[in-house]
């Protein structure tokens, strides 16, 4: 494989990963499962989003590889299994939520690249 060709097929897998990123509701889940495993119910609190919306988006990241669930009893739990969404989570923290975070008291903590606290986001809100 030359450079060209390498560049090309490595530019397709960012674009395939960046689709995951294309849509806020899948940035909003990603907010809150960079946090760490959390169940459907607690997503659907978290997000405001339809219990259906919910699990047509985790469906879609669980199709990228990106997510995956185990399940306990009735209930599944959804967590990040990319390395490269975790990192890519630390970056939109810090340059979108860092500087709202402390301008509303909240602190801030990181640990092995990933956010200890809750991303909270409201783009509806007027300051």
């Keep these: 494989m030359n450079d060209i060709e390498f560049m090309q ?14 849509n806020p509701s899948r940035i909003m889940i990603f907010c809150q499962l960079s946090q760490g495993e959390k169940n459907v119910t607690s997503l659907i ?15 879609k990241l669980k199709e990228e590889g990106v997510i995956d669930f185990r399940r306990e009893h009735r209930e599944l739990f ?6 490269d969404v975790l990192k890519i989570m630390d970056s939109l923290y810090d340059i979108y939520c860092f500087e709202f975070d402390q301008c509303n008291g909240l602190s801030i903590l990181k640990n092995n690249n990933k956010t200890t606290n809750p991303i909270k986001f409201d783009p509806g809100k007027k300051d």
Aim: proline share 0%; net charge neutral; charged share 15%.
């Design 78 to 83: 959804y967590s990040i299994t990319s390395a």
């Design 9 to 22: 097929h490595r530019a397709e897998e960012v674009a395939s990963l960046m689709k995951c990123f294309a």
């Design 45 to 59: 609190e978290s997000t405001g989003l339809s219990q259906t919306a919910v699990s047509q988006h985790l469906k």
